[in-house]
């Protein structure tokens, strides 16, 4: 299984871009990174997934570098609403699919 | 939109008791899943299923079984519930295509064992 390590907090401003990033130095070649998101007593919510490219979709970038064994969620312009907990997973099946303490990013105004 | 629902926001047992969790999605997923969460421990995987009738272990299914009748349903079965099953549940479908799992998660469950 891909162990992930994501730093447990982080601050943005509002209007700035907010980068999470995550460690995964043991991501096998198969596995994808996942990124997922938990506002406050609500279920987890998919965000982006990636194999080796870089992926942007309406919701965020992500950037996963070259050795695969780190990547960075990008909220281009971070607002009061995308203060929530961030979860990073590398899974290659659904048996891996495991979610680890994620990192709690607060938008301030 | 993918809707997951399960069939209680807040629920509270007696040690021992039988309990039974349900979720069901409407998007004709193969796989589901049960998660609990617990504060500093993020989401542990209970059980999955990626077929009717089909199930898988996670990484704690002690104390608790599971149940695939129609493609749409999960139920999750807490056999002689325990004060250390209090916990929120949280289900989740998923389609595999091309090997990826993009999960969407129903609201939760917040079980309360006394």
């Known amino acids: 299984d891909a162990k992930t390590t994501q730093p447990p907090s982080m601050d943005c401003a509002e209007g700035r871009a907010a980068n999470l990033p995550c460690n995964h130095s043991?991501?096998?070649?198969?596995?994808?990174v996942y990124w997922y998101r938990q506002i406050h007593s609500q279920g987890p919510q998919y965000i982006i997934h990636?194999?080796?490219n870089n992926e942007t979709n309406e919701m965020a970038s992500l950037i996963i570098t070259e050795d695969r064994k780190s990547s960075t969620l990008i909220l281009p312009h971070a607002t009061l609403r995308d203060t929530a907990v961030y979860y990073c997973?590398?899974?290659?099946?659904?048996?891996?699919?495991?979610f680890g303490s994620g990192t709690q990013l607060t938008v301030l105004p | 939109d993918v809707k997951v629902t399960q069939s209680s926001r807040y629920l509270v047992k007696r040690t021992g008791e039988k309990v039974f969790l349900e979720c069901v999605q409407d998007?004709?997923?193969?796989?589901m899943f049960w998660y609990r969460q617990d504060p500093g421990l993020g989401l542990r995987l209970i059980y999955f299923?990626?077929?009717?009738?089909?199930?898988e272990k996670g990484d704690i299914p002690e104390g608790y079984s599971v149940s695939r009748e129609k493609k749409e349903r999960f139920s999750l079965i807490l056999e002689s519930a325990s004060t250390n099953q209090t916990s929120m549940y949280l289900c989740?479908?998923?389609?595999?295509?091309?090997?990826?799992?993009?999960?969407?998660f129903g609201p939760g469950t917040r079980l309360t064992v006394t």
């Open positions: 299923s990626y077929d009717v009738k089909m199930k």
């Open positions: 043991t991501i096998s070649g198969n596995e994808y």
């Open positions: 990636g194999l080796k």
């Open positions: 998007m004709d997923h193969e796989n």
């Open positions: 989740a479908s998923a389609s595999s295509v091309a090997g990826v799992y993009e999960q969407y």
């Open positions: 997973i590398g899974a290659g099946s659904a048996r891996q699919l495991t």
